[in-house]
């Protein structure tokens, strides 16, 4: 594990004379990021290998790299040559496994993050992939958007209110985003805020008990974006989770 760090820094560091490569950009780049949503824990947490380099390591459940790599690599996103692209997933305690061959396109100038998904009960491990718009927010606003990667889920309305507010009389952010949607960007003013998630079209007297998602505290700085990522639990199924990604 020590070794891999090294060597992602290492080659983070080297010139493009001495290491050219996808993570040493000399032409066009677009910008990558990858998130574990592998929901089987004999195969957590993983290494991530992006076109023979280490981009990643010891990666549990719900972390993303670069932004978990020692400083100072620690940005959101990782720049990246442009065009077609591999990542390869090896189990953490036993490299010889290889948990995922993931193959993406980026585009100049383009921000994508590349979520592992599904493995549950031993299943496959999949891809999905989204274009990320990081458009810059004002120091008024933070940018959100909402990706739906639980399946148990299904459809959701989602809310984000004040920590305790009452849900029956409170207008949903979201409607019936269902599995592998992604909502389109919209903003919030900066604060602390609940975010909860019932199933589409529960009534409104009814959502305070149908809640299947919650974060019960999350503060949001202005000029920022967010992703909110929902999921099923480390091993597929209940308890259904979220967690939030940092965009910008």
């Known amino acids: ?7 992602l820094v290492a080659t983070s560091a080297c010139g493009t004379k001495e290491a050219a490569g996808p993570l040493e950009p000399s032409g066009p780049t677009g910008r990558v990021r990858f998130v574990n949503v592998i929901t089987d824990a004999t195969r957590n947490p993983v290494n991530a290998i992006l076109e023979s380099v280490p981009f990643g390591v010891n990666l549990a459940y719900a972390t993303s790299t670069p932004s978990t790599l020692p400083a100072p690599s620690t940005a959101n996103y990782a720049a990246i040559l442009t065009g077609n692209r591999t990542l390869v997933l090896k189990r953490t305690a036993d490299t010889s496994v290889t948990v995922a061959t993931i193959s993406f396109a980026v585009a100049d100038g383009q921000d994508l993050s590349v979520y592992a998904i599904g493995g549950t009960g031993g299943g496959a491990v999949t891809s999905f992939v989204t274009t990320d718009v990081n458009t810059a927010a004002t120091s008024a606003q933070t940018r959100l958007r909402f990706v739906q990667l639980s399946p148990t ?16 009389t409170a207008t949903p952010n979201l409607t019936s985003v269902a599995y592998k949607d992604v909502s389109a960007y919209f903003t919030v003013a900066p604060g602390t805020y609940q975010i909860r998630a019932v199933p589409a079209g529960t009534a409104p007297a009814n959502r305070a008990t149908s809640v299947t998602i919650n974060l019960a505290s999350v503060a949001f700085a202005g000029a920022t974006g967010r992703t909110i990522v929902a999921a099923d639990s480390n091993v597929g199924g209940a ?5 939030v990604l940092s965009d910008q």
């Open 1 to 7: 594990r020590a070794v891999l760090g090294v060597l």
């Open 153 to 168: 889920a299904a459809s959701v309305d989602v809310f984000i209110t004040a920590p305790g507010a009452d849900l029956a």
């Open 239 to 243: 308890p259904l989770r979220a967690f």
